[in-house]
């Protein structure tokens, strides 16, 4: 069973503020992806790790950033919110012994105003 | 042409019928397939995978590729009002720890 958590579920933000989304796994997985899903829309990745003090951009651009400091932690940054952020931001974690099966945090809902 | 294409639905199949999801994806060096369940404001689950030509069994579901056709496809047996949800597949490249994941296909079983 997958062990993968995110905070906050829910945040409401006026722009330009900075906001930190909070990712960790306690699995022990050395590959950490951040994804970013509009309502009826595929996931798009647009940040992953290979472990710790490895981080590269996603196919989609974004303009966050994200820290692999710790094998469990993945948090990513905003560093001045926008109403163009609003989306869902969907944390995932993966290990080379399950053939790299995805296993998905409960996402985050940012609402930026 | 997208990398994964699902018909997005919604499929409307009665309860206890079989429910067939279909996928084709462009890119030939793709070697596993995963197929994920996302429940309507939730994040996906792991519902299979296949990597092998042919069908793959768990429980009420089968994975079905051709790589040859490069088409898989998910079949759900006895269909249940719970199975309602989006079906998303998501090929991986060999030598590749990246999905790549389809807009989804809506299926809606009827009581």
């Known amino acids: 069973e997958a062990d993968i958590y995110q905070t906050p579920r829910y945040l409401v933000i006026g722009t330009g503020k900075k906001i930190t989304l909070e990712c960790s796994q306690t699995m022990g997985h050395d590959k950490m992806y951040w994804y970013q899903q509009d309502p009826g829309m595929e996931l798009h990745l647009i940040h992953y790790?290979?472990?710790?003090?490895?981080?590269e951009k996603g196919d989609l651009s974004s303009e966050s950033t994200v820290s692999r400091i710790r094998t469990e932690h993945f948090p990513l940054t905003l560093e001045s919110a926008r109403p163009s952020h609003t989306s869902q931001y969907l944390c995932?974690?993966?290990?080379?012994?399950?053939?790299?099966?995805?296993?998905f945090g409960p996402g985050t809902r940012l609402l930026v105003l | 042409q997208k990398e994964v294409e699902q018909n997005s639905g919604p499929l409307s199949v009665p309860e206890g019928a079989i429910a067939s999801l279909n996928c084709t994806y462009s890119?030939?060096?793709?070697?596993?397939f995963f197929w994920y369940r996302q429940y309507s404001g939730k994040s996906p689950e792991l519902i299979m995978f296949i990597y092998s030509n042919g069908d793959k069994e768990d429980g009420r579901f089968t994975a079905q590729l051709n790589k040859a056709s490069q088409y898989v496809s998910l079949l759900i047996r006895d269909s249940q009002p719970s199975d309602s949800a989006t079906y998303l597949c998501?090929?991986?490249?060999?030598?590749?720890?990246?999905?790549?994941f389809g807009k989804g296909t809506k299926l809606s079983v009827i009581p």
């Open positions: 790790s290979y472990g710790v003090n490895s981080t």
């Open positions: 890119d030939r060096g793709s070697q596993s």
């Open positions: 998501a090929p991986r490249r060999a030598g590749s720890y990246q999905l790549t």
């Open positions: 995932a974690s993966s290990e080379f012994a399950r053939l790299e099966t995805q296993y």
